[in-house]
C-alpha cells in the first residue's frame, strides 16, 4: 500500500531520469551480462547506460533518434539492444530475475502453475508483419502470454493478431518447456479450448469459464493476474502499439519491460 512513508522511501527523485537504474537494481543485472570481448574496440560507453537508455525509449514511447543529448549516442543503443535482442539476453535475464523473485518471497525457483492470454494491440504501417482479428476489429499483433500465480512473465512471444488463440498457445506451450520445466497446469479462457493447446505438451490446460450469470465485470478465478501483468507493462508507452517492425524486436522489448518491473521489485527488498 502507497503511504507518504513508502513513496519517499522508494522515490527516485534523486535519479537523472526516472526510468535509470540505481545502484541497488544495477548490482542485480550487471552480474547476468556478458563481459566484453577481449578482442576489438573498447566499449565506449557502460552498458549501465546504455541499459538506461534502452529503458527510457520503452518508458517514453520514443524512437531511437529522440534519446536525449545525455543519452550513449542513439546508435550505439541500437547497435547494442540489436546484440541483446538477436542473442536472447533479455529474455534469459528475465528468467534468472523471476527465479529470484520467486526465491524471495519463500516459493520455488521455478513455478508448477501458469496462466495464458493473449491481448491485441495495433501496429501502425511500418509495424511490419502482422494481421487482422476480426473479433476486436485489430490490425497488428497479439502477444501470447505464460505468466506464474503471482504474474511475473515467463514467456511473451508476439504474433500475427490473426493467429488463432489455440493454434499460437502450442508455440508458448513448448517454449515454456526450455526455461520452466516444470509447469504442468494452465489456466486460459475459452479461446484456448481445443485440440491443439491440449496436445502441445503433457500441460494440463483448465479452461476458466464465464460464470453463467455474469453481468458486467467480474474478476475470474485464476485468470485476473494476467489481466495484471497487462496493466503493469502497460505503463510503457512502446507497447501501447507496436510499432516494431520485426517480431524478434517486438519480444525483446516485451521482456525488457518484464525485466524494468522485476528489477525495481528486487531493487526494492535488497
Same mark, same amino acid.
Given at each position: 500500500m ?12 534523486e ?17 547476468l ?8 574496440r573498447?566499449?565506449?560507453?557502460p ?9 527510457y ?9 529522440l534519446?536525449?543529448a ?13 546484440l ?25 525457483a +521455478? ?27 485489430v ?36 517454449? +515454456? ?6 509447469i ?15 496436445q502441445?505438451?503433457?500441460?494440463r ?6 460464470p ?8 475470474h478465478?485464476r485468470?485476473?493476474?494476467?489481466e495484471?501483468?497487462?496493466a ?16 524478434t ?20 527488498? +535488497?
Amino acid at each position: 500500500m502507497w503511504t507518504p512513508a513508502t513513496r519517499r522511501q522508494y522515490s527516485r527523485d534523486e535519479l537523472r531520469y526516472d526510468t535509470d537504474l540505481t545502484d541497488a537494481e544495477w548490482a542485480l543485472i550487471e552480474p547476468l551480462l556478458p563481459e566484453p570481448h577481449a578482442r576489438g574496440r573498447p566499449w565506449l560507453w557502460p552498458a549501465r547506460e546504455i541499459l538506461n537508455a534502452i529503458f527510457y525509449v520503452l518508458r517514453g514511447g520514443i524512437a531511437w533518434r529522440l534519446l536525449t543529448a545525455d543519452s550513449p549516442p542513439r546508435s550505439t543503443v541500437f547497435r547494442r539492444f540489436s546484440l541483446w535482442r538477436d542473442t536472447g539476453l533479455l529474455e534469459a535475464i528475465n528468467h534468472l530475475l523471476v527465479m529470484a523473485d520467486r526465491e524471495r518471497v519463500g516459493r520455488e525457483a +521455478s513455478p508448477t502453475t501458469a496462466v495464458l492470454d493473449s491481448p491485441s494491440v495495433k501496429t501502425p504501417q511500418s509495424g511490419g508483419l502482422r494481421g487482422y482479428k476480426a473479433g476486436q476489429k485489430v490490425k497488428g499483433r497479439k502477444r501470447q502470454v505464460m505468466v506464474d500465480t503471482d504474474g511475473r512473465g515467463l514467456i511473451l512471444e508476439p504474433q500475427p493478431a490473426d493467429v488463432q488463440d489455440r493454434d499460437g498457445a502450442p508455440v508458448v506451450l513448448r517454449l +515454456s518447456r526450455g526455461s520452466f520445466p516444470f509447469i504442468d497446469k494452465a489456466f486460459a479462457d475459452s479461446g484456448y479450448a481445443g485440440e491443439a493447446p491440449a496436445q502441445a505438451i503433457s500441460n494440463r490446460i483448465k479452461i476458466v469459464k464465464k460464470p453463467p450469470d455474469q453481468v458486467g465485470f467480474t474478476v475470474h478465478p485464476r485468470r485476473w493476474v494476467v489481466e495484471r501483468f497487462f496493466a503493469w507493462i502497460s505503463r510503457n508507452r512502446r507497447l501501447w502499439k507496436d510499432p516494431e517492425a520485426t517480431l524478434t524486436s517486438a519480444r525483446a522489448f516485451l521482456y525488457a519491460a518484464s525485466v524494468m518491473l522485476l528489477v525495481r521489485r528486487l531493487g526494492r527488498h +535488497s
